[in-house]
């Protein structure tokens, strides 16, 4: 398994749907940068009917996500998911009604003993949605997840969390 995530700097006159853009560009650049270095410079991206992305004729998986400011790419021999998100302190009066609408029973368990605390919440969530991105379900899965019944590795980078399931 190979991950990488790079800080993206926007100019100041970038709206938010440029952001948005230039994240995307960012890690399909990055995405790009890590395929050539295993020897991968020409490839097809197809999508299988649930929308999930993958190379055609290509034995090599790929996940990618990209937030406020972050973009993080993972490449592995068997399908993987990644998801980043940046910490947000303006979301920690929100963090409980959302948990009990998307979140399992032990979720909102392990929640609780650490006080709502925006790391644990961002760390379920990012972790529901790289198994999302592995599986290639859709949004209405996220319920069904558990999080705290998987093997989920999460990395902390200061204001940001990327969770990736192999």
Known sequence: MK????????????????????????????????????????????????????LKDNSIHFSISHTDGLCAVCLNDMPIGIDCEKIDPSFKNRAQPFAKRYFTSCEIELLEKNNYGLVTFFKIWTGKEAVIKKYGYNSSHITKIDTTKEDIETIILGEYIISIFK
């Open 3 to 54: 991950v990488e995530y790079l800080n993206i700097d926007y100019p100041n006159s970038a709206s938010l749907k440029d952001k948005r853009i230039i994240e995307h560009n960012t890690a399909y650049s990055l995405l790009d940068k890590m395929l050539s270095e295993c020897g991968i410079n020409e490839y097809e991206i197809l999508k299988n009917e649930n929308g999930k992305p993958y």
